[in-house]
């Protein structure tokens, strides 16, 4: 059975950096065509993908977000993290962790989300 | 890119029959068959309930089925349930280099 779930702070501040978890089971990242990926929803907006970190340590960003976002793997302990610098007000969303396989049309499974809140 | 369009809401009453549509682009939606369907319940996380226009996943009700004609998609439930009310939200895929795109949302009221 796989799993993802979410940690992390709630609330940061403007222009401090937010780094997430990504903790999952029932899979492994050095499985080839496995990958863990970010996607976020703000308020009153649509879904939105972050970044993807696949089996093979190849990356992928969201263009507009390219520069403030890293994403990183442990795989010894089942982990993914993303770091967003310069926080704005503006990311204020439900941060998802999802598992999509590379090639695949389709996120197969996702966390349930985590809120971060960015105010003064 | 844009996000897809969708409903914001819509409603039916048990047993009845509800269908979202989910509208794109000549980018996505009518470029590939490879739009799919989440459901996302409250605090739960989101589940695949359609892939590939009308897929359905292991475990998933055939309640639940997809299709597409031109730029528009669309998820029908029949005979709808209590426990279908939930948020659904569609994606396309755009390309092998370029994230998928989602929908912008559709709210299912159980009356």
């Known amino acids: 059975q796989i799993t993802l779930k979410e940690s992390g702070p709630t609330l940061v501040k403007p222009t401090q950096t937010l780094t997430l978890t990504c903790t999952f089971s029932?899979?492994?990242?050095?499985?080839?065509?496995?990958?863990v990926g970010w996607i976020r929803q703000s308020p009153g907006k649509a879904l939105e993908w972050l970044a993807l970190?696949?089996?093979?340590?190849?990356?992928r960003y969201s263009p507009s977000l390219k520069n403030r976002l890293t994403v990183t793997k442990d795989a010894s302990k089942n982990q993914v993290v993303l770091a967003m610098t310069n926080m704005d007000p503006v990311d204020t969303a439900t941060y998802y962790c999802?598992?999509?396989?590379?090639?695949?049309?389709?996120?197969?499974?996702w966390g349930q989300g985590t809120l971060v809140t960015v105010s003064p | 890119q844009s996000a897809l369009t969708q409903p914001r809401s819509v409603s039916g009453s048990p047993g009845q029959s509800v269908t979202i549509s989910c509208t794109g682009t000549?980018?996505?939606?009518?470029?590939?068959?490879?739009v799919s369907w989440y459901q996302r319940h409250p605090a739960k996380a989101p589940k695949l309930i359609i892939y590939?226009?009308?897929k359905r996943p292991s475990g998933v009700p055939d309640r639940f089925s997809g299709s597409k004609s031109g730029n528009t998609a669309s998820l029908t439930i029949s005979g709808l349930q209590a426990e279908d009310e939930a948020d659904y939200y569609c994606?396309?895929?755009?390309?092998?280099?370029?994230?998928?795109?989602f929908g912008t949302g559709t709210k299912v009221t159980v009356l």
């Open positions: 999802a598992y999509k396989r590379f090639g695949s049309t389709f996120i197969d499974y």
């Open positions: 029932g899979f492994s990242l050095t499985t080839g065509g496995v990958g």
């Open positions: 970190i696949f089996w093979d340590d190849d990356k």
């Open positions: 000549s980018s996505d939606v009518v470029a590939y068959n490879y």
């Open positions: 590939d226009v009308n």
């Open positions: 994606c396309s895929y755009t390309g092998s280099f370029t994230f998928d795109v």
